[in-house]
């Protein structure tokens, strides 16, 4: 299996620019999460989904930030617009619907840098 | 509320040694679920290892195992004969059986040195 894959690796860009950051879970898993991880607050869930429902997005920092997931093989997460306190690594992770449900496997992560 | 409390910022050993991780949790659940993640340089998060709170049993995998204590509420990671790959954070993690949500400790960070 691939893994989860995350697009882009690496993203800068000038504050007030729209960022879309997207994720393709790994095949057959029935819950996806987003992550941001910065020096001061550690790792923090933003959102989750189950077979595409947004299902608690009480860890969105505030307004500027959605995420959607279309489809059982992608999902954005997009800021706009975005400001210097949005740097961190973004982090998506799925996880299987029966057995294993409860482990997260993480893609490689996002490192944002908004100047 | 549930935490993760990881006591040590940072520890060094030498390549081949074996070195122990410490952390503890607090919960009043008695189904859930501990993790063992590495974060390398290379930022990415990788699952070490897994428990669940119903299994006496310690989990093991390769050279990674981990002395799980429910009454103590401990889960502390032992690596064996490290190698210099192992340098990473390792973060510990808990899950309760009824949620996703992730409760991480601060990390420690760990260096094999040559």
């Known amino acids: 299996d691939a893994g989860v894959i995350q697009s882009p690796r690496h993203e800068v860009t000038e504050m007030g620019q729209e960022v879309t950051l997207r994720c393709k879970p790994i095949?057959?898993?029935?819950?996806l999460f987003w992550y941001r991880q910065t020096m001061m607050r550690g790792l923090e869930l933003l959102i989750y989904f189950n077979n595409n429902v947004p299902i608690d997005d009480s860890g969105m920092p505030e307004d500027r930030f959605s995420a959607k997931m279309p489809n059982a093989s992608f999902s954005t997460l997009k800021i706009q617009p975005s400001e210097p306190r949005d740097s961190a690594v973004y982090f998506c992770?799925?996880?299987?619907?029966?057995?294993?449900?409860?482990?997260?496997?993480f893609g490689p992560g996002t490192r944002l840098l908004v100047l | 509320a549930q935490t993760v409390t990881q006591s040590q910022p940072e520890m060094s050993v030498q390549e081949a040694e074996t070195v122990t991780l410490s952390c503890t949790y607090d919960t009043s659940e008695s189904n859930y679920y501990l993790f063992w993640y590495k974060q390398p340089p290379s930022r990415q998060m990788i699952l070490v290892i897994r428990?669940?709170?119903?299994k006496q049993q310690n989990a093991t995998e390769n050279r990674f195992s981990v002395n799980f204590q429910k009454a103590a509420k401990s889960f502390s990671l032992k690596i064996s004969d490290s190698q210099l790959g192992d340098t990473a954070m390792y973060f510990c993690a808990f899950l309760m059986d009824s949620n996703y949500q992730l409760i991480w400790g601060a990390g420690t960070k760990l260096i094999i040195k040559p």
């Open positions: 095949s057959g898993h029935d819950y």
């Open positions: 992770a799925s996880s299987p619907g029966q057995g294993m449900v409860e482990t997260q496997y």
């Open positions: 428990q669940e709170a119903y």
